[in-house]
């Protein structure tokens, strides 16, 4: 019974542990989707999220984009996402960070990749 009862708990916490760390994507205006597309200014690709900053209208844009496990499974490598690649990212703005946006697809060389 003790047995049953540590690893009952020992479950549980790991569970709400992780979601407890995992963010919401809930500061994001959903209604309010758009496309940017520019040129890659610089990129962070690590965990816990790919982030690239993109030259858009006159301003510099930072996209949140998927984890390096999903990019690498749906075929988006670190030497695709160079500085000075063009891209068009769809997304939703910030409700929080000006020039800020989650990600929902980009488009590189031709192809289109979801991220969600």
């Known amino acids: 019974m003790f047995k049953r009862m540590a690893m009952a708990l020992a479950l549980t916490a790991g569970i709400t542990g992780g979601a407890a760390a995992h963010h919401g994507w809930g500061s994001y205006d959903a209604a309010k989707g758009f496309t940017m597309t520019g040129p890659i ?15 858009h209208q006159g301003a510099t844009w930072e996209a949140t984009l998927a984890p390096l496990f999903r990019m690498e499974a749906r075929g988006l490598s670190a030497d695709m996402l160079k500085a000075g690649t063009v891209v068009s990212i769809e997304g939703y703005p910030s409700t929080r960070t000006k020039n800020e946006m989650r990600a929902e697809r980009i488009t590189i060389a031709g192809r289109t990749v979801e991220l969600r």
């Open 41 to 55: 200014a610089m990129v962070d690709w690590s965990n816990p999220h790919v982030h690239v900053m993109v030259e």
